[in-house]
DNA sequence: ACTCAGGTATTAC
DNA sequence: GTAATACCTGAG
């Protein structure tokens, strides 16, 4: 574990804001300089943003760019991607201008198992809240700057947890689904090692469904948002069910249009990347 | 007191 | 297969 800086300089589609508030990660925290601090596995990393800047600094137990062009998902050609969907309508081209900045970041496949799980039927204050509690009584310790900061428990570090002990940090309904799903993935009943090697992204997708607390929408943000990095998914939340009906279906109920015509229109319009369509429809949708 | 929030599991047609 | 319903919790 040591110190380490890293800049990269004149890169275009990197907001701090856009990456870390647009709804696909919960450990990431706006400082009173505008930073943002979060935990890497076993890394603890803030991210600066000076004149045309990033600048990377923190604690790393592996080399801070390697751990930063990973993560941040720096060998993807952002403008590219942004150029092509944009082609596809107006929407999806004001969509694109407000998120700009947002990256899609490679999460490890174990945290943002749990945490999506966590999310279900829940507010952001309150999922960020029972994701730092459950850290910081089964994490390890790092200090950085003076603070205290918390890995991100293990599997083997939740394996003698209780479903009680679960419902005492405040996780409620989804105590019993924490409690499974560890139990499934400690006995290797779903091999994560196994689901990062399979390039059949339907076939990951049933691997996950039998997860317990990993329903339709909670395995498209697992594929999107982890490391397992499937663009082609279309997570269907309330928000993007409100958008897609807004913007192409405009049905006078939004929760009777189903699952399928959505589904339908995103695989159309937006094919391979409807991942990151989605992403950008989300957050402008949310925060615009 | 009551509604709502990044859905899922269960039960009943 | 598809629809209705319950579900912890805490903030507004």
Redesign the pocket.
Known sequence: MQKQKYKIENIDSFDLKDIF??????RWNKQEDGSYTGVVKNNILNVKKQDNQIIFQGICEDNIQKIVENYFDLNRDYEKIKKDLSKIDDNMKTSIEYGKGIRILNQDLWETIIS??I?????????K?IIERLSQKYGKEIIYKGEKYYTFPTPEELKNVTVEEY??L????????LYETTKMILEKEIDLEKLKENPNTKEVREEL?K???????????ILL?SDLKRFEVF?I???VRRVMNDLYIKNEDENKV?K?QIEKIAEEKFGNLAGLAQQYL?YWR?EA
Request: contains cysteine; positive net charge; aromatic residues 12%.
């Open positions: 508030e647009c709804g696909q990660c919960f999506f799980i999310s279900a039927n829940n507010n952001i204050p309150r999922i809240g419902r005492k405040g996780l409620g309904f989804r105590d019993i689904r469904l997860l317990s607390g990993v329903g339709p929408k909670v395995a498209d943000c948002f997570p939340d309330v928000w189903s399928k989300f949310r």
